[in-house]
């Protein structure tokens, strides 16, 4: 039975994740800011002992080791740690966007990403064993959009990160994988748009050919790193293939993912 830590996992895809790894007897750790949020989501796992949560900031160092040291108490040592906690700023170009807006997508995305990876790190090196998954986003595979440089300069960061802790880690039986979802209707995708603006109408459009929802993505996504054996390994729901098919089957292929956002 393994036990998995999922940092921002109180809604969207961190959830999502949860839900699925407990449906196939995981032990599992969930994070979120608050710690009434952590609290209301377990009740509603209705998990009982497999499941325990913990407030955590990912840009605190101090809170993500307790978050580390909470799941080992309870569980005895951690398989798999997820680092799913990410944010994103509104969409506009870099001139004009907010200063405080670029510090805080650095600090949890890039800062807290790095600082998440030091602490399991080191935990998985002291236990003998354990896989990282970190989470890539647009611009990890090196996309490019107005509007989207502060995010996408974070997610681009992921893919070398990982290909440096491989290096790094050798022989320590430790390893650093990939997750990568795809295009996933969040609140993280939906909420820095203005649903009445023309360009959300056109990324719309998009969304509607190449996304998907957290239920139908997330069960891949678990059943994939359980699978995963080795240092390096990527789970990846929009492949290429994936998307040139769907582009193709657009016109026979209608879809609506966003009714009940737009209609709210």
Same mark, same amino acid.
């Given at each position: 039975?393994?036990?998995?830590?999922?940092?921002?996992?109180?809604?969207?895809?961190?959830?999502?994740?949860?839900?699925?790894?407990?449906?196939?007897?995981?032990?599992?750790?969930?994070?979120?800011?608050?710690?009434?949020?952590?609290?209301?989501?377990?009740?509603?796992?209705?998990?009982?002992?497999?499941?325990?949560?913990?407030?955590?900031?990912?840009?605190?160092?101090?809170?993500?080791?307790?978050?580390?040291?909470?799941?080992?108490?309870?569980?005895?040592?951690?398989?798999?740690?997820?680092?799913?906690?990410?944010?994103?700023?509104?969409?506009?170009?870099?001139?004009?966007?907010?200063?405080?807006? #670029?510090?805080?997508?650095?600090?949890?995305?890039?800062?807290?990403?790095?600082?998440?990876?030091?602490?399991?790190?080191?935990?998985?090196?002291?236990?003998?064993?354990?896989? #990282?998954?970190?989470?890539?986003?647009?611009?990890?595979?090196?996309?490019?959009?107005?509007?989207?440089?502060?995010?996408?300069?974070?997610?681009?960061?992921?893919?070398?990160?990982?290909?440096?802790?491989?290096?790094?880690?050798? =022989?320590?039986?430790?390893?650093?994988?990939?997750?990568?979802?795809?295009?996933?209707?969040?609140?993280?995708?939906?909420?820095?748009?203005?649903?009445?603006?023309?360009?959300?109408?056109?990324?719309?459009?998009?969304?509607? #050919?190449?996304?998907?929802?957290?239920?139908?993505?997330?069960?891949?996504?678990? =059943?994939?790193?359980?699978?995963?054996?080795?240092?390096?390994?990527?789970?990846?729901?929009?492949?290429?293939?994936?998307?040139?098919?769907?582009?193709?089957?657009?016109?026979?292929?209608?879809?609506?993912?966003?009714?009940?956002?737009?209609?709210?």
């Amino acid at each position: 039975m393994k036990t998995v830590v999922i940092t921002g996992s109180t809604r969207g895809i961190g959830r999502g994740l949860a839900e699925n790894f407990l449906a196939r007897g995981c032990q599992v750790v969930i994070s979120g800011r608050s710690q009434d949020a952590v609290d209301t989501v377990l009740g509603e796992l209705n998990a009982g002992d497999k499941a325990a949560g913990f407030a955590c900031e990912v840009t605190d160092a101090a809170q993500v080791q307790a978050l580390w040291d909470g799941a080992q108490q309870r569980f005895s040592r951690v398989d798999v740690w997820i680092n799913n906690a990410g944010i994103s700023a509104p969409r506009k170009n870099l001139a004009d966007t907010d200063v405080d807006d #670029i510090e805080k997508v650095v600090q949890v995305n890039l800062c807290g990403m790095l600082l998440a990876n030091r602490v399991a790190l080191r935990g998985m090196i002291a236990q003998g064993s354990g896989q #990282i998954w970190n989470m890539e986003g647009f611009g990890s595979g090196g996309q490019a959009q107005p509007g989207m440089a502060v995010y996408g300069a974070t997610k681009r960061a992921v893919n070398y990160l990982n290909k440096a802790l491989q290096k790094e880690l050798g =022989d320590t039986g430790v390893q650093v994988c990939t997750l990568s979802p795809g295009i996933v209707v969040t609140d993280l995708l939906v909420g820095d748009y203005d649903t009445s603006s023309a360009e959300w109408q056109k990324s719309k459009k998009i969304f509607n #050919i190449l996304g998907d929802t957290v239920e139908t993505v997330t069960p891949f996504l678990v =059943d994939g790193i359980l699978k995963a054996n080795k240092s390096g390994a990527k789970v990846a729901w929009l492949t290429g293939g994936k998307a040139f098919g769907r582009f193709m089957t657009a016109a026979f292929r209608k879809r609506d993912l966003f009714a009940d956002v737009e209609g709210s």
